[in-house]
């Protein structure tokens, strides 16, 4: 492959004041960098988009720093090698990376990580078999500990980390109930084999949770916050162990909401059941999880266990409208951007 | 010595809506009960009066059944064995039981524990060597769990959970930030040799806390709730510990507090720091634990590590006076009632 000579890239503009607009992304194309000694060229063929991004966009202490205003959205990327200054990749070579919002991008060769397209299909090293997948198995097994015959709950439960986090549920001998939004997602995960499904979006939501779990809820499994998390709390055993991944619901919110205020109601509820409410990122368990759970996921992959559904969108440019819908859960499966052809396809 | 003919002992009358009132209570003297066969007549000579008893006068779901209305009190006891219906046990052994708040209970024998009056005065069975000691030494070593140079905070400090918290805490190598109520208290806490001591009164309390911990906060050990709470949430470091132990605070709360609703900004702060929040009462760890408390307290107490406090009330007729004030904070060290004489002393 020639290199290319210009590069299309979408910046973050200005910060959303509350729900983000296509305002916020600006598009640029600038020429094509070039690797310095140890760095490779990447062409971005898989971008992930992802709920932790809303995050970024804000200029707000969180886990992880704000993107700079005029910097390229940060994301995972599945790319081609173009052009390689490292011994250890060649062009063609097929990689996962953290290339952002652009077509193409040069990282450090020690930063990528090389894939075996004969191994399964590339974009899931961005989906089911990379950070989503990581982080469903890593929060349900080591926060949420669920053991056989308990019940656990999740939300966000089509998403790419909540559908998998049910069927590891399951995997392991526990009850898995799911929640999500619309009457697609809600079959979709009763095919895949949840033992209920429902979802938030009925009016008659919390009779119909409590029908669910006759016997309280021992995990739940937080992407959500909101009315969800409401529903759920009353529920809630003793013991009962709260793995927070997300709370999507609340990214957007500008001001607190209106009164009374129940978090003395929550701590109350945390010390009266013995509850633990643990927020993570995945970060923290890769170097003592991340293997085991490549493993785990390829095995129950294979074994038809561990299903996964993605939503693929064409074209860098589709990018923001794409972010935007999958913050009003618009997607349903784990949303990626295609940039640029799938030489493995 | 004969055996007594009449008990007098303190009821529940009626359930408190908020503040509880000496009205509440009931006094009453009846005959003295008689132990079957594998029964015990115990004499109180000590009763314990804890904080948790609030939570036992609301008829509200909690970690443990609610006082009926007209039965006793409950609470710990040290007691005298009277009269002795099992082998194990004679008249004159002094045991630890949950004989509630009155002169005389009978019990199954089994479900007192003999103590040996030259290990320890015989009070520290329900203070530094008993529930209040073991609530500190399992919640902050097993849920807190502080590491060499971390920075502990403990709420209701010079309390007989948070004194020795503070005092297990630097035992770690950790540096220990005491809150207390009171310039007796806080003075009380630099003499146990707490790195920091702050009056939660102040009104400079919130800066004095941020100057108290320039690392920020890495466990902090929840007993009241409130506004040392709203304090404590934003110093809170990334991987932070909180073992919530109490929310003396809020117990009286016959509403929820007026607006905005922050429940949304502490789940947001559990999931961007990773934090870990985590409701208990000691029963959970008594199997796992409680030999090495025993041990570890034990050796603490005599090589001058591990100091104590007690606040003694001389007479059962005093008792709601005395477990009313410590609600507001009023006793200075482990409030107990010495209902009867102690022959170890």
Not at 240 to 252: F, K
Not at 315 to 341: H, R, T, W
Request: hydrophobic share 40%; charged share 20%.
């Amino acid at each position: 492959m020639s290199t290319p000579d210009h590069n299309t890239r979408i910046l973050l503009d200005s910060r959303p004041h509350g729900e983000p607009t296509p305002d916020n992304f600006r598009f640029e194309t600038v020429p094509v960098p070039a690797p310095a000694e140890g760095e490779v060229l990447l062409r971005t063929i898989y971008l992930s988009l992802d709920p932790y991004m809303r995050g970024r966009m804000n200029d707000a202490k969180s886990y992880a720093a704000p993107v700079e205003l005029g910097a390229v959205m940060e994301g995972g990327t599945v790319c081609e090698v173009v052009e390689s200054r490292d011994p250890g990749l060649a062009p063609g070579d097929i990689v996962l990376a953290h290339g952002g919002w652009q077509e193409y991008a040069v990282a450090p060769a020690r930063q990528v990580r090389r894939l075996d397209p004969a191994r399964a299909p590339i974009s899931t090293a961005v989906g089911v078999l990379g950070m989503p997948g990581f982080t469903a198995y890593a929060g349900l097994l080591e926060i949420g500990r669920p053991q056989p015959g308990e019940t656990v709950v999740v939300a966000a439960a089509a998403g790419p980390v909540g559908s998998t986090v049910g069927q590891i549920a399951r995997i392991k001998g526990a009850r898995a109930v799911g929640i999500a939004g619309g009457a697609d997602k809600v079959a979709w995960l009763e095919e895949l084999g949840f033992d209920v499904a429902l979802d938030h979006r009925s009016p008659t939501f919390r009779d119909d949770l409590e029908a669910a779990v006759p016997d309280g809820i021992d995990v739940y499994f937080e992407n959500v916050g909101g009315h969800v998390w409401d529903a759920v709390l009353p529920r809630l055993n003793t013991y009962a162990r709260v793995p927070v991944c997300g709370l999507v619901s609340h990214y957007n919110e500008t001001e607190l909401p209106a009164g009374p205020d129940r978090s003395s109601r929550l701590m109350t509820a945390i010390l009266t059941r013995s509850l633990t409410v643990r927020g993570f990122i995945q970060n923290e368990f890769v170097s003592s999880h991340y293997k085991a759970f490549q493993a785990d996921a390829a095995g129950w992959i294979a074994d038809g266990s561990l299903r996964y559904k993605e939503d693929i969108v064409a074209g860098l440019d589709n990018a923001p409208d794409a972010f935007l819908g999958m913050l009003k859960g618009q997607n349903f499966g784990k949303l990626v951007v295609q940039v640029g052809a799938d030489p493995t396809s």
